[in-house]
């Protein structure tokens, strides 16, 4: 007997084949083919745009219609269009350098789509980390398989049926089942994977793509820090960072995790916080902006975060109005500030992807920079201050994927910049040039002309080659 999940790889395998038949079929899309895919696109995104905010709001049982306006579908729109507009550029051959022992041919890069892609895409933004992927492809020229999330089953049934009305299966197809049916799509021998999630979970796709060497973006997560300057605790920095940590009530990927505070500024820092969170949700955790934990085993393990700290001597502070009523909306939790806790702490160690914030104090830059630097290099890092010597030294003694200053999570929605992580944090980039081109293959074309210099380093050697080795090898 074959088991369930034996059909359902079998059935993905086939699937795949028939993508690979019509994508080598047709051969590599014009402008005008991807551009018309693009638009079919960005077309069933607006579409089915209450569709998909009731279906998010329903799997996470509340997020506000304008969260996911703001976060998903602008952000989604944006991009489509930033890769039409910018689409014939990417795809002009690019001329090289020859040097003249080579001299009269011509060199060139053409950018050409790889095939079949896959996309493997978390809960947190199960949107537009499905649908920036799956442009990313499509201006590439390629199709496109997409495993969306098991733990939105709304939103990514909807995705299935909104994307089959736009594009035919061997195009783009969505692929739903749960944690077994992500293992077998990991495996399957994709031309390029693209997986989004925790760095655990990244560890074991890269483990899978390995058996058939399918190239990788991973894009994987961490401790985001976020680093206020002395003497900056003000309006802007508070704003920007409250706006980090609890959008999506804290479940994003580059949420500034924890802070490093001036030791002057503590006490100031924790009283603005806490105004500045009144300010955002004045209704408390019941407020109609506020989005809830996405289930009951993330709320367990956050709730155990802030027991961990509690037993190790952290001061655990709630924060904003009425943070009790936390208790009367499902899978909510309240803001909530950890001063004091320890590198022993668990809500130092993990990624917290959720309202709880850890604050460290230090007393120098190079103190700063010491503590970030002997931990994992993380996918995003913020820094609130002038652009003074301080923060020109955090940049340039510092690696993470991307930064931000001044500001929190506004980097991702830079369609011209890169976005991914380094180490732990992530593999590759997307977005940008660097998206199409990481889903492109880069194949370099040489043309040799009627004109030859290289034929004099043919055999039978002589004085001409003595000549060329003394000029090149000096």
């Given at each position: 007997m074959t088991t369930e999940t034996e059909t359902d790889t079998a059935a993905m395998a086939a699937l795949l084949e028939r993508q690979r038949h019509a994508f080598l079929a047709e051969g590599a899309p014009s402008q005008a083919q991807r551009c018309d895919r693009l638009s079919r696109l960005h077309a069933t995104v607006l579409a089915h745009r209450a569709d998909l905010a009731r279906a998010i709001s329903e799997d996470?049982?509340?997020?506000?219609?304008?969260?996911?306006?703001?976060?998903?579908?602008?952000?989604?729109?944006?991009?489509?269009?930033?890769?039409?507009?910018?689409?014939?550029?990417?795809?002009?051959?690019?001329?090289?350098?020859?040097?003249?022992?080579?001299?009269?041919?011509?060199?060139?890069?053409?950018?050409?789509?790889?095939?079949?892609?896959?996309?493997?895409?978390?809960?947190?933004?199960?949107?537009?980390?499905?649908?920036?992927?799956?442009?990313?492809?499509?201006?590439?020229?390629?199709?496109?398989?997409?495993?969306?999330?098991?733990?939105?089953?709304?939103?990514?049934?909807?995705?299935?049926?909104?994307?089959?009305?736009?594009?035919?299966?061997?195009?783009?197809?969505?692929?739903?089942?749960?944690?077994?049916?992500?293992?077998?799509?990991?495996?399957?021998?994709?031309?390029?994977?693209?997986?989004?999630?925790?760095?655990?979970?990244?560890?074991?796709?890269?483990?899978?793509?390995?058996?058939?060497?399918?190239?990788?973006?991973?894009?994987?997560?961490?401790?985001?820090?976020?680093?206020?300057?002395?003497?900056?605790?003000?309006?802007?920095?508070?704003?920007?960072?409250?706006?980090?940590?609890?959008?999506?009530?804290?479940?994003?990927?580059?949420?500034?995790?924890?802070?490093?505070?001036?030791?002057?500024?503590?006490?100031?820092?924790?009283?603005?916080?806490?105004?500045?969170?009144?300010?955002?949700?004045?209704?408390?955790?019941?407020?109609?902006?506020?989005?809830?934990?996405?289930?009951?085993?993330?709320?367990?393990?956050?709730?155990?975060?802030?027991?961990?700290?509690?037993q190790k001597g952290a001061q655990v502070t709630p924060v904003g109005y009425r943070p009790e009523s936390a208790a009367s909306r499902p899978q909510t939790i309240a803001p909530v500030l950890v001063l004091g806790a320890g590198d022993d702490c668990a809500v130092m160690q993990d990624e917290i992807f959720g309202p709880i914030l850890p604050v460290r104090t230090y007393e120098t830059m190079n103190e700063v920079i010491a503590f970030v630097n002997a931990r994992p290099r993380p996918l995003a890092l913020y820094y609130f201050g002038e652009r003074d010597a301080d923060c020109e030294k955090l940049l340039a003694q510092t690696t993470s994927g991307n930064v931000c200053i001044n500001a929190t999570m506004m980097h991702v929605a830079q369609d011209d910049l890169p976005f991914g992580g380094i180490g732990p944090s992530g593999m590759g980039a997307y977005h940008g040039i660097e998206g199409f081109r990481a889903m492109s293959h880069a194949k370099g074309v040489f043309a040799q002309g009627r004109w030859n210099l290289s034929r004099m380093l043919h055999a039978p050697f002589g004085r001409l080659v003595d000549l060329a080795a003394r000029l090149h090898l000096r």
């Open positions: 996470f049982t509340h997020r506000s219609r304008h969260e996911t306006d703001i976060l998903e579908l602008v952000v989604t729109v944006q991009a489509i269009d930033y890769l039409k507009r910018n689409l014939r550029r990417f795809m002009r051959p690019e001329r090289r350098h020859v040097a003249l022992t080579y001299r009269a041919g011509r060199a060139w890069v053409e950018y050409q789509p790889k095939g079949v892609v896959g996309v493997m895409a978390p809960w947190n933004y199960p949107l537009v980390l499905v649908l920036i992927p799956l442009a990313t492809a499509l201006a590439a020229g390629n199709r496109a398989m997409l495993k969306p999330s098991e733990l939105t089953p709304r939103t990514s049934a909807l995705l299935c049926h909104m994307l089959a009305e736009a594009f035919p299966e061997d195009e783009v197809a969505v692929i739903l089942g749960g944690p077994e049916v992500g293992a077998a799509f990991s495996r399957l021998p994709f031309d390029h994977l693209l997986f989004t999630g925790s760095t655990s979970v990244g560890r074991k796709v890269m483990q899978a793509a390995a058996e058939n060497l399918v190239p990788l973006t991973l894009e994987l997560g961490g401790k985001s820090p976020a680093i206020i300057a002395r003497g900056q605790v003000n309006r802007r920095t508070m704003e920007g960072l409250t706006f980090g940590k609890l959008s999506n009530g804290g479940q994003t990927c580059v949420a500034p995790d924890y802070a490093l505070v001036h030791r002057d500024d503590l006490d100031a820092f924790a009283a603005a916080y806490d105004q500045t969170v009144r300010r955002f949700y004045p209704a408390g955790p019941t407020s109609p902006d506020y989005t809830a934990i996405i289930n009951e085993r993330h709320v367990a393990r956050l709730d155990g975060l802030l027991e961990d700290a509690r």
